[in-house]
């Protein structure tokens, strides 16, 4: 009996060292995995895609503000995977918008609710569909836009992807944390590519707080943009706010039948 213990204790010693090489070889080849990873996997990593994309509904309010005017005030609510949302004004106009289709309230112009509909819920969205069907990325560059370095990539998309295929966007991530900072965009709707890239736009993203673990930007600033100078003019600002997950139900994003669409 006396070897007993002894044997006991080493047999116990041996496991617990065999169980830290172990874990020790999984956190070698996580870090791999890491560094193997692209830019646009890193960026996702980063924003918790997986975490934020296992919520049904994203929810929170939005304040923006365009060329010194009230551009958009409601509360906008989508589902994590982009397939549909709905934007509740102060106003009490509504604009749903599921798949392709857009609904609205009667009375609303009708040339921005589409706009509204896909742009703003894009810009927030951003993080998680970097890599949807139809994106196209080029290589990553190590970029100093405004005093400050980024990893910058090129996003276009391929035809007949999304809303405005012809848009493309210029995304600008941290190149120590990998969180999204700036992305310059053109706008093409109602107009041609030649047209949209003389005004080229940025959003920038910035005081991320957590939401149940997950980053989000809660402030967005609007700047004029060229490859050249970077950011330039200010062009307007948002304040995100009142963030929340919220489940499906069946009734949350059917519009009332008196709806136009387009």
């Known amino acids: 009996m006396k070897h007993l213990i002894p044997l006991f204790?080493?047999?116990v010693l041996f496991s617990c060292t065999e169980a830290k090489q172990e874990e020790s070889s999984k956190e070698q080849e996580k870090e791999l995995t890491y560094q193997e990873m692209s830019t646009i996997q890193r960026i996702e990593r980063r924003h918790r895609k997986e975490k934020f994309l296992s919520h049904d509904n994203v929810?929170?309010?939005?304040?923006?503000?365009?060329?010194?005017?009230e551009r958009?005030?409601?509360?906008l609510t989508m589902a994590t995977n982009s397939?549909?949302?709905?934007?509740?004004?102060?106003?009490g106009n509504k604009v749903y918008f599921i798949q392709d289709k857009v609904y609205y309230t009667p009375g609303m112009n009708e040339n921005k609710v589409r706009f509204d509909a896909y742009t703003w819920s894009?810009?927030?969205?951003?993080p998680?569909?970097?890599?949807?069907?139809?994106?196209?990325?080029?290589?990553?560059?190590?970029?100093?836009?405004?005093?400050?370095?980024?990893?910058?990539?090129?996003?276009?998309?391929?035809?007949?992807t999304g809303d405005a295929p012809d848009d493309w966007y210029q995304v600008y991530s941290d190149t120590s944390s990998n969180m999204i900072q700036v992305a310059a965009y053109i706008v093409t709707a109602n107009k041609s590519v030649e047209k949209a890239e003389e005004d080229p736009h940025a959003i920038e993203y910035s005081n991320y707080?957590?939401?149940?673990?997950?980053?989000?930007?809660?402030?967005?600033n609007f700047y004029g943009w060229t490859k050249e100078e970077g950011l330039t003019d200010t062009l307007g600002n948002a304040t995100l706010s009142n963030f929340e997950f919220v489940e499906d139900t069946d009734s949350l994003y059917i519009p009332p039948a008196n709806f136009l669409n387009n």
């Open 72 to 75: 958009l005030n409601g509360t």
């Open 59 to 69: 929810k929170f309010d939005i304040q923006l503000t365009f060329g010194g005017k």
């Open 9 to 11: 204790f080493l047999i």
């Open 122 to 126: 894009y810009f927030f969205l951003l």
């Open 128 to 160: 998680y569909k970097l890599n949807d069907e139809g994106t196209i990325w080029s290589e990553t560059e190590k970029t100093e836009m405004n005093g400050n370095w980024y990893n910058s990539q090129r996003l276009t998309f391929t035809s007949g």
């Open 209 to 220: 707080q957590m939401l149940n673990a997950i980053p989000v930007a809660t402030e967005w």
């Open 83 to 91: 397939s549909k949302g709905l934007i509740e004004m102060k106003d």
